[in-house]
């Protein structure tokens, strides 16, 4: 039998990581009945051990690579070389303790040390990326002059010594890179949202809803590094648009309705002539407390469509509606959330045929799921992709979501716009993308 203590620390965490992960499916499911509150701090707890374990990977490889390339250098002294690992060490403590905010540093306007460890977990993410990047360029590299030198005369002795400089040359190119793209990141964030206009027409829109507009707001994310002035600028730039109707696509909040209060005040004056609509996201249900977030929504104008619809028209003209429906999240029934899971079938309950549909869904997959089971479905709108909101992981959202941003025509009838987020999640970094508010004008063909 194959000994543990033969593996290597990193397949020790990594099998961790697998542990914890599978323990989080487990649990899901025994604790759905227990207590909201139970609940909570038991997936707080294994969110917490999930989130430093897998990120302990990509510390363990960043500390190889940053450390021990220039500590065992002969042209590097050992006092600078210890004060280089402190600041490794302490740049990686802080990037791991920015889950730990999400919890416990919660307050009406983002706190220092919130923005500090999630800016840290950024360049984190950045860093891992290139120098893994950089590795791999360098292995290739490897393989290629070795099989170069089996054709060639031996090499010289001193040619030896250049593996050392060129893995060195590759981590200071990283570093490099990482502390351009996280300043030029953190400035993009920091900018107001963009104003995206776009143009939908809607086969079976009624003339007298022509020029209808909707304001598109996703990806919210009200949190440890989203707080109150940033919601006040958001509101304000939405009733200078003047909208007919405001929809939220989930994802406004990381926390529970108690901590939030003060935070999601400026909704209660957000202005929409016909209504004001949310669905439910994924970050939303891992607040766990989705219901109060209901209530707290209808005490500030927002309708919840909690797979229903409503109807949208114009006083003068009644007979001329549109069907706005909305979905729960699909990550509800995942969650096994009681009560919760998305039912295109109930939401567009009551939807006449000849009447257009536009759907509330936060991710792109349900949009497409919803326009499998219902092609009748004339416009969906989702969020969740955040445009990637950073390099690198813009990557990894393009492979696994069907649609990734902006406008798409499905079919003959049916359009899908996903909104690149309103604002950012945890991380105030945007590289390869902007924040965005989306003014929707409705036409007749």
Request: hydrophobic share 45%; glycine share 6%.
């Amino acid at each position: 039998m194959y000994s543990l203590g033969k593996l290597s620390v990193e397949v020790k965490v990594a099998i961790t990581t697998g542990v914890v992960f599978f323990s989080m499916l487990i649990s899901i499911t025994l604790l759905s009945d227990a207590e909201p509150s139970i609940r909570t701090k038991f997936f707080r707890l294994q969110f917490l051990l999930l989130a430093n374990s897998f990120m302990l990977i990509g510390s363990l490889y960043i500390w190889k690579r940053t450390v021990f390339v220039f500590t065992r250098s002969r042209w590097v002294s050992y006092s600078i070389a210890q004060c280089w690992r402190l600041v490794v060490l302490l740049f990686l403590v802080v990037a791991h303790s920015s889950h730990l905010t999400m919890f416990y540093l919660i307050g009406e306007e983002p706190h220092w040390l919130a923005m500090v460890s999630y800016t840290c977990l950024g360049a984190y993410i950045i860093l891992a990326f290139f120098l893994f990047a950089f590795g791999c360029l360098g292995y290739f590299h490897k393989l290629f002059t070795r099989g170069r030198s089996t054709l060639k005369p031996e090499a010289p002795t001193g040619a030896v010594m250049t593996v050392a400089p060129y893995a060195s040359r590759q981590t200071i190119l990283a570093i490099a890179l990482t502390v351009v793209l996280t300043a030029f990141g953190l400035m993009n964030a920091s900018l107001p949202p963009e104003v995206v206009r776009v143009e939908i027409p809607l086969n079976k829109l009624p003339p007298s809803l022509d020029y209808l507009k909707v304001v598109l707001l996703s990806d919210i994310h009200m949190g440890p590094t989203v707080g109150r002035s940033r919601l006040e600028l958001i509101v304000s730039m939405v009733n200078n648009l003047e909208a007919d109707v405001v929809v939220i696509v989930g994802d406004l909040t990381d926390s529970e309705v108690s901590r939030m209060l003060t935070v999601s005040e400026p909704l209660r004056h957000m202005k929409a002539k016909l209504g004001s609509y949310f669905v439910t996201g994924n970050h939303d249900y891992y607040t766990l407390d989705v219901e109060n977030w209901f209530s707290h929504l209808r005490s500030l104008n927002i309708q919840p469509l909690h797979n229903v619809n409503a109807r949208v028209f114009r006083a003068e003209r009644k007979e001329d509606w549109i069907c706005l429906a909305g979905v729960d999240d699909l990550e509800a029934k995942m969650l096994r959330y009681a009560g919760h899971g998305m039912d295109v079938r109930k939401a567009l309950t009551g939807c006449a045929p000849e009447v257009p549909i536009i759907l509330l869904a936060h991710q792109p997959r349900a949009a497409q799921k919803a326009l499998q089971e219902r092609p009748d479905i004339d416009l969906v709108l989702s969020g969740h992709t955040h445009a990637g909101q950073m390099f690198p992981l813009s990557i990894m959202t393009y492979l696994v979501n069907p649609f990734f941003c902006g406008l798409y025509r499905i079919g003959e009838r049916s359009w899908v716009y996903v909104s690149s987020g309103t604002v950012y999640y945890g991380i105030p970094m945007r590289l390869g993308s902007r924040a965005e508010i989306t003014e929707i004008l409705l036409r007749t063909p």
